[in-house]
């Protein structure tokens, strides 16, 4: 734990970096998504580091998930929402690279 924040402070990496580098992430999956219409939320002020679709029940969520999974996209999902997490381990070509499977896959 102790390594992480002295290379983030070598790199001068902080908290508001973070965030917005997400936050930048996230703003790219929404503009770039298809389907806006089953976004809960689109206000990336307004919670955490992830999306969350909202389907038509559960079963669409989790064939959705699994197709998804299949594919080495990573998403969660409870009930008829499936949610997709943003981290610092991901970087834009990886959304260039996932949005269309992503779209096509809804």
Known sequence: FNSVWDLFNEKKIDIHGI???I?????YFIDHFDHKQLLMNKDLQSYG????LELKN???AKDLHQKLEANNIHTDFRENRL???FGMYLDQ???VKAMP????SI
């Open 49 to 52: 580091h992830f999306l969350t």
């Open 93 to 95: 070509e990886d959304l």
């Open 83 to 85: 949610r997709f997490g």
């Open 58 to 60: 559960a079963q669409a």
């Open 23 to 27: 936050k930048s992430l996230m703003s």
């Open 101 to 104: 499977l992503i779209n096509q």
């Open 19 to 21: 965030d917005q580098y």
